[in-house]
């Protein structure tokens, strides 16, 4: 008799054992369900799926995940939703790998001055900051030549001769007066070719503009931008399609609302377009006080 009471306990510690290592089987005549605003549903399941014994309880809405909660005291088993992870953040939403401000800390090392420059052809500028307001462009390009980590405030920004002109981490807001035409970019020298690659930059306009970035009047070249964000004036981004042959968009973004007309414009000129060579992660954009917001993706057009 003591062995056969042993072997019967034996046999009801496995079912314990079972009950409290399984997560989708349940050994109990009474379990509780617990929905998320803690509404209580008890019942006597009729299978062993954890599923189907809440599914006509108040857990019942499609695609929720349980978990099984020792019931205290009652010895019944509860069963409450599974704690909601984090969702996982769109990743383009903390990579837009652009200055967000003339501020920014990726300046913390520049040398500031008041004074136009203009650049020979092979030239290059590092770690500069210019507030200047003549009306003129604030840097202009000869030729070839490269700006790494340069901010600019002023009435117009950066013009472009020729060559192969390339700037990384630059901060241009451009604010026209007047009857300006403002640019933060702008490519002009007809019949002048070459390549102009914008990295981690940003283009930020106010008052009289015509564009962020502009290039115009039979200017041959081709336009790369990678990690690029505009904000303001009348466009964005305007290429006409004598403004160049080609141009690529890769992480580029526009914030929503800021522009006067659209945040980018392709002008067809004589039934043709400037060739859209690349269009790949084009975004809108918004800010959330000094937050920079990815959004929805933009149609390539």
């Given at each position: 008799?003591?062995?056969?009471?042993?072997?019967?306990?034996?046999?009801?510690?496995?079912?314990?054992?079972?009950?409290?290592?399984?997560?989708?089987?349940?050994?109990?005549s009474e379990?509780?369900?617990?929905?998320?605003?803690?509404?209580?549903f008890s019942g006597a399941p009729q299978a062993n799926d954890v599923q189907e014994a809440c599914r006509s309880g108040a857990l019942a809405a499609q695609g929720k995940e349980f978990e099984i909660r020792p019931g205290g005291a009652t010895g019944r088993i509860m069963i409450v939703p599974a704690a909601?992870?984090?969702?996982?953040?769109?990743?383009?939403?903390?990579?837009?790998g652009v200055p967000l401000g003339f501020d920014d800390p990726v300046y913390a090392n520049v040398t500031s001055g008041t004074t136009r420059i203009v650049l020979s052809p092979d030239s290059s500028l590092t770690d500069l900051s210019i507030v200047e307001n003549s009306g003129e462009p604030t840097?202009?390009?000869?030729?070839?030549?490269?700006?790494?980590?340069?901010?600019?405030q002023s009435r117009e920004g950066v013009r472009c001769i020729s060559g192969n002109i390339n700037l990384a981490w630059v901060y241009i807001a451009a604010t026209g007066v007047g009857?300006?035409?403002?640019?933060?970019?702008?490519?002009y020298a007809p019949g002048s070719t070459g390549t102009v690659t914008v990295k981690n930059s940003t283009f930020r306009m106010a008052g009289a503009t015509t564009a962020g970035y502009w290039s115009a009047d039979n200017w041959r070249g081709s336009h790369v931008f990678e990690n690029v964000l505009f904000e303001g004036g009348n466009h964005g981004l305007r290429i006409p399609a004598?403004?160049?042959?080609?141009?690529?968009?890769?992480?580029?973004y526009f914030v929503r609302g800021s522009f006067r007309y659209s945040a980018f414009l392709f002008d067809v000129v004589n039934g043709r377009r400037i060739d859209i060579a690349q269009w790949e992660n084009v975004r809108w954009a918004s800010w959330q006080g000094d937050k920079l917001v990815l959004g929805q993706l933009i149609p390539r057009p």
């Open positions: 008799m003591r062995y056969l009471m042993i072997l019967t306990l034996l046999q009801v510690g496995a079912v314990i054992v079972q009950l409290t290592v399984t997560s989708t089987r349940i050994e109990s379990l509780t369900c617990l929905d998320s605003a803690g509404a209580v909601t992870p984090d969702p996982t953040p769109d990743p383009a939403a903390n990579s837009a840097i202009t390009c000869d030729g070839s030549c490269s700006l790494t980590r340069v901010r600019i009857n300006d035409h403002a640019d933060g970019l702008q490519c004598d403004g160049g042959s080609s141009v690529s968009l890769k992480n580029v």
